[in-house]
């Protein structure tokens, strides 16, 4: 079993940066990927941001590169999502998810077993 918490959301003026956090506990992360999706007023539940533990590699979605960036620390078995240049059509509710071990990161929502609670980020124009 995989716990995640989610941390960091705000409200922020547009052109400003945040940065969320998500720790797990509960098992280790490196044999997982690990996903940022948010959840805007009205819409659907969408991909931001993903990463492999193990290689780093990462993918985004289209209208957040060059703005955001998603990371990770070992030692404090965290992954981070740097965001930047924020407008107000990222305003959503952000939340982090775990995939099953040995899967790899992907934009499939399915893929995804464990979840957190989320974190609200409100961009102001």
């Known amino acids: 079993q995989v716990q995640l918490v989610e941390s960091g959301g705000g409200l922020v003026q547009a052109g400003g940066s945040l940065r969320l956090s998500c720790t797990a506990s509960?098992?280790?992360?490196?044999?997982?990927?690990i996903g940022w999706f948010r959840q805007g007023p009205g819409k659907e539940r969408e991909f931001v941001a993903g990463i492999n533990w193990s290689s780093g590699a990462s993918i985004y979605l289209d209208s957040v590169k060059g703005r955001f960036t998603i990371s990770r620390d070992n030692d404090k078995n965290t992954i981070y999502l740097h965001m930047n240049s924020l407008k107000s059509e990222d305003t959503a509710v952000y939340s982090c998810?775990?995939?099953?071990?040995?899967?790899?990161?992907?934009?499939?929502?399915?893929?995804?077993?464990?979840w957190g609670q989320g974190t609200q980020v409100t961009v102001s124009s």
């Open positions: 998810a775990a995939s099953p071990e040995y899967v790899s990161v992907t934009r499939n929502i399915g893929t995804y077993s464990y």
């Open positions: 509960g098992s280790i992360l490196r044999r997982r990927a």
